[in-house]
């Protein structure tokens, strides 16, 4: 799923290549991903507004529209694009797969297209209260993240030592919590845990000052060095003008068996909550009083988190028959999905829709096939 480098990166892209328009007319063909409105009413309140900015606020884009004729009141769109979605613009008329589901026609001849192959994505369409650009109180109730921004200026070391010295659990599962953090998921919790070196299933509130403050550090350092790069393009994340290189520079996430950065012994993998959780035992290492199947002294209260697993034998390295298939099955996915998306880039290029220079499309385009788009497509 897209994490805060991810999102941000395509609020940037989309900024460069949005703001001015206007909204002319909206096509939808699965009413689940729109949150707030049934697909007619979505496209009444929507059309006729001006796109005025994109930010972010946690994973999801914050779209500030401005009035239409029919409605004097500002809006904001919330995009969250979950497990799979992705955004791109193109020409009017480029032909969508089966996979868009939403597509904004904009008054310039371009698009902007929702796509999202497992449908999990969720918009939604508010009236926004000019002060904050976020939705009018009480619309848009726990729709966004109510955690602190990571970067931002009010989340100091002292600012995260205080939050976690209120909270019980596990700090893998607690950094991924959006009313915690915002904008942290698994890529990012793994990595900042790591370049902390502070073991996943440490006790939140046990952690000293001195571990609150390189875990501070490490989150802002690993975040901004992601935006830096333009995200991790791990599973389905592409943004509109090309995919990022922060994969290429991860110490742990997904590099089970392989050897750690920092002492050479071999990153593990265990399961945290439902999620795979990559860490080095060495250089992350758990208190004795914490050990699994210890019981901490003095007990800690009942913990009603979700529940911790360790894989013994070939899954605590590397993995199981069965995840290497399904690993293989999201490999091919992502290879249709990569070819998808360079197509419509390049088709949005050599029509001039994208303003930025074409330097800033990566490696992915000389795969580009003639489209591979099927004849369901809703453009
Ligand atoms: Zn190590």
Known sequence: MPELPEVETIARDLRRLIVGARVSGVSSNWPRT?????PETFSAVLVGRQIESVGRRGKQLLIALGSSHRDP???????????TGQLFVVPAGTL???????VLALDDGRELQFRDMRKFGR???????????????GEAAGVLAS???PLSDGFTA??????LSR?????????????????????????????????????AHMLRPADARRLHAALQSVLAEAVERRG???????????????????DVYQRAGQPCHRCGRQVRRIVVGGRSTHYCGWCQRLPAGQKPGVPAEPAPPVRRGPRWTEFSGEAALGRTREEEAAVADRQRRLAATRKSAATRRAAARSSGAHVAAPSAVPSAAPSAAPSGASSEGIA
Not at 96 to 102: E, M, N, Q, T
Not at 187 to 202: G, K, N, T
């Open 96 to 102: 969508g797969d089966r996979h868009v589901h939403l």
């Open 167 to 203: 909270r019980w659990g596990r700090i893998k599962t607690l950094l991924m919590n959006q009313d915690f953090l915002a904008g942290v998921g698994n890529i990012y919790a793994d990595e900042a845990l790591w370049r902390s070196r502070i073991h996943p299933l440490r006790d």
């Open 147 to 149: 955690g602190d921004e």
């Open 158 to 163: 002292r600012r995260l030592a205080e939050l």
């Open 232 to 250: 991790s393009s791990v599973d389905d994340y592409t943004a509109p003008e090309g995919d990022g290189s922060m994969q290429e520079h991860l």
């Open 73 to 83: 009141a500002p809006a904001v769109l919330t995009v969250h694009l979950k497990m």
């Open 34 to 38: 729109l949150r707030s409105h049934d």
């Open 123 to 137: 918009i939604g369409l508010y009236r926004r209260d000019p002060a904050t650009g976020l939705p009018v109180a």
